[in-house]
């Protein structure tokens, strides 16, 4: 049976759907551009019951999109909370230990205010070094080892989702090569769904 929920989707660029759209935050009040240019709108296509709001900014690293957590998630009373960033720290040059600190205090905080965890793998860009992809890998393998470690938290590869079969470290389509075309987009909403599924069916 399908249930009505409130589900915020936090994060950088990949969250708020660059470079086809701008989110809510970014072009107020309901966006700009092309609307299939986000994981958000493949959702909502999927469950139009649940209430999905995109609450990403394009160039935000992680201690940023943790700064405005408690006004874009916790202030919504949602029942689970999409988390994907780190990207732009790992493209500015920053370590994994950096990003993994800030994701922790957003998984805190969500925890604290009885909001379950979806987090999402960082996704690829084409023109990462072998630096930067050990950093991804490294922070991915970070996210994915807090399930069963930390309650209330649920994985989702969204990086496999968009990525080149048998390249993990390139985007399959891409219209600048640091981002998902709408196609990619619509693959991590399939990623997504299952895990918010089961997350929503232990609470609501």
């Known amino acids: 049976m399908n249930v009505a929920a409130r589900i915020v989707a936090i994060g950088d660029s990949t969250t708020a759907g660059t470079p086809g759209f701008l989110s809510p935050l970014e072009a107020p009040p309901n966006g700009r551009g092309d609307e299939t240019s986000q994981y958000a709108y493949w959702l909502t296509r999927a469950r139009p019951e649940w209430e999905i709001f995109n609450r990403g900014v394009n160039g ?29 720290d790992v ?14 205090t957003m998984y805190d905080r969500a925890a604290h205010a009885g909001i379950r965890v979806v987090a999402g793998t960082i996704v690829p860009y084409n023109t990462a070094t072998a630096d930067a992809n050990e950093r991804m890998r490294q922070i991915n393998e970070w996210i994915k080892e807090q399930v069963g470690a930390q309650p209330g938290i649920a994985v989702a590869d969204t990086r496999a989702a968009v990525a080149r079969p048998g390249e993990p470290d390139q985007l399959q389509e ?30 609501l």
């Open 91 to 104: 493209y500015q040059g920053l370590p994994a230990s950096r990003v993994t600190a800030n994701l922790q």
């Open 60 to 88: 935000e690293r992680s201690d940023q999109i943790a700064a405005r957590f408690a006004r874009d998630v916790i202030d919504a009373s949602p029942a689970a909370v999409i988390i994907i960033a780190g990207v732009n």
């Open 174 to 203: 891409s219209p600048d090569g640091l981002h998902p075309s709408p196609a990619g987009y619509r693959r991590m909403a399939e990623a997504l769904l299952p895990v918010l599924e089961r997350t929503l069916r232990g609470i």
